[in-house]
């Protein structure tokens, strides 16, 4: 049986995927509170039907991809809070199912087909760190082997994948381990794609200070990687990581910075300003520098998305 790469059958016919925007920040702008260990995984025991409003919201802006609301939810995470184990399996399916049933909803009602490519859902998988809420995935120095993260992250893609996702989105990857552990999961899981994006710390190095080029040169050998890129980083340094990554593979790049606005731990505030227009533009530059999937992550929003589609929609 031939297993088709989502990803590759879109970029034959256009020229970029555009993806959505911020899940939980966004969540944040709707009034929810999601100052907890589960995050935006909150919500999906609490209000799930606002989870898939947001979802349709990105693809009326603009988005050929929803990323689901699975990036802290975990077996382990829902657990500590009191969920069983069923239940926890029950929310982690969820997150795929309603980001599917945005996607059928706004598919069927777009007039216009012939200009956007189908969309699909993108099953987030956070890092290791994510499932420590305690800022790891922003320095990947958990002290934990290639097999434990392997045992760590396999449970999880099996209930994604089975519960309809049409790839993975691995993200926020802060090291290389634990990025070569989900590559090596990939291959348990026949016909399943996923593109593995990073955290950076600037141009150059991801979260834990491995060279973004080393990265991309080891993930290049692994075909269920459908793509390699950055995300949860500052726009700033997307230009040259990008660069880096394009000098080592052939494989398509994926980029979906911050919205420029810095985050205080200390007080869990975001501070600064994002310009919608300012953000459009750049996206169009991380394209020129050779990036073909093109999003937002937190503190973007469906302006911002709705900014690239401009001229993503053009070319």
């Known amino acids: 049986m031939e297993f088709i790469n989502p990803i590759e059958k879109i970029l034959k016919k256009h020229k970029v995927i555009i993806l959505d925007g911020a899940l939980a920040t966004e969540l944040e702008n709707r009034g929810y509170d999601i100052n907890d260990s589960l995050w935006s995984a909150k919500i999906l025991a609490e209000k799930p039907e606002v989870i898939k409003q947001v979802h349709y919201d990105y693809f009326k802006a603009g988005a050929d991809v929803a990323i689901t609301s699975s990036y802290q939810a975990t077996i382990e995470g829902f657990v500590k809070k009191g969920f069983s184990s069923s239940e926890a399996k029950d929310l982690i399916k969820r997150s795929v199912e309603l980001a599917v049933a945005a996607r059928n909803e706004f598919f069927e009602e777009l007039e216009n087909k012939e200009d956007r490519p189908y969309p699909l859902v993108a099953a987030s998988v956070g890092p290791y760190g994510a499932y420590l809420a305690d800022g790891s995935e922003y320095r990947g120095d ?174």
């Open 142 to 315: 958990y002290k934990i082997s290639e097999d434990e993260l392997m045992e760590f992250h396999r449970e999880r893609m099996k209930i994604l994948i089975e519960a309809g996702a049409d790839i993975l989105a691995c993200e926020t990857i802060p090291n290389l381990t634990e990025a070569k552990a989900i590559a090596k999961l990939l291959s348990e899981f026949q016909g399943t794609y996923a593109w593995i994006s990073f955290s950076c710390k600037n141009g150059l190095e991801i979260s834990d200070g491995t060279l973004i080029s080393q990265c991309a040169e080891e993930l290049k050998a692994y075909p269920n990687v459908a793509a390699i890129g950055i995300n949860c980083t500052a726009p700033k340094y997307v230009s040259e990581l990008i660069t880096e990554i394009k000098n080592v593979t052939d494989k398509p790049i994926v980029v979906y910075p911050n919205s420029g606005e810095e985050y205080d731990a200390q007080h869990k505030e975001w501070n600064g300003h994002s310009d919608v227009q300012c953000y459009g533009s750049s996206a169009k530059l991380w394209y020129k520098c050779g990036a073909s999937l093109i999003g937002g992550c937190c503190r973007t929003t469906p302006e911002h998305i709705k900014e690239i589609a401009k001229w993503a929609r053009e070319l």
